[in-house]
């Protein structure tokens, strides 16, 4: 039997004492990829995406890669950056 399994990355580092809220661009600043641009980007380098992916190639898995967003440590991250880059409407 063939496995879907949808895949994504969300890194943050929050530091509750850090007063400055991380924005959407703030993820913008150290990346942020949808769909197989992602992959595209971090599926071939040493990532945890890119393991995932030669153990969904080895094992026949369909895999549906939806986000890739990191950013570096700072406050909370705001709302409206969490709603965007996951997909709120």
């Given amino acids: 039997m063939s496995y879907r399994v949808l895949t994504a990355e969300f890194s943050h580092e929050t530091n509750t004492f850090n007063k400055n809220p991380t924005g959407y661009e ?3 600043r150290y990346f942020v990829y949808f769909g197989d641009d992602a992959i595209k980007e971090r599926g071939q380098v040493n990532t945890e995406l890119a393991g995932f992916c030669d153990c969904a190639r080895d094992f ?7 986000l890739s967003a990191a950013a570096e440590p700072a406050g909370a991250v705001t709302g409206d950056a969490f709603d965007r880059l996951g997909g709120a409407s």
């Fill in 26 to 28: 703030a993820f913008k």
């Fill in 60 to 66: 026949g898995w369909k895999q549906t890669h939806v």
